[in-house]
Nanobody
Framework: QPQIAESGGGLVQPGGSLRLSCAAS????????MGWIRQAPGKDNEGVSC????????YYSDSVKGRFTISGDNDKNTVYLQMNNLKPEDTAIYYC?????????????????????WGQGTQVTVSS
């Protein structure tokens, strides 16, 4: 049974940094799209950043470009999200998403907010 484990969330002051990790286990396909989708009360769900673990293609939402960096390890089916210069509006639950690359590109995942597998989420709170 495939599973996803997220970690790295927490409480940080504005301007601080956090690094999220997502490890997918039990996968049998080689080549995945993985990404981070966040949910916050009163706001639309947003595809923050998504990546192809096989060729490194990435997609970022306009709200995080220049501040967040996504990277992946295809051999370990793991993706990381380095979040710098965090703002209060970044506060949300961040969910890791996984889909086979053949059916879901990074752009599709982040824009359509769809995936085959979802993690349980990790809370990111940016507050003074």
């Amino acid at each position: 049974q495939p599973q996803i484990a997220e970690s790295g969330g927490g409480l940080v002051q504005p301007g601080g940094s956090l690094r999220l990790s997502c490890a997918a286990s039990g996968l049998t396909l080689d080549g995945f799209t993985m990404g981070w989708i966040r949910q916050a009360p009163g706001k639309d769900n947003e595809g923050v950043s998504c990546i192809s673990t096989s060729d490194g293609r990435t997609y970022y939402s306009d709200s995080v470009k220049g501040r967040f960096t996504i990277s992946g390890d295809n051999d370990k089916n793991t993706v990381y999200l380095q979040m710098n210069n965090l703002k209060p509006e970044d506060t949300a639950i961040y969910y890791c998403a996984v889909s086979p690359l053949v059916v879901m590109t990074p752009q599709d995942m982040c824009n359509r907010l769809r995936a085959n597998l979802w993690g349980q989420g990790t809370q990111v709170t940016v507050s003074s």
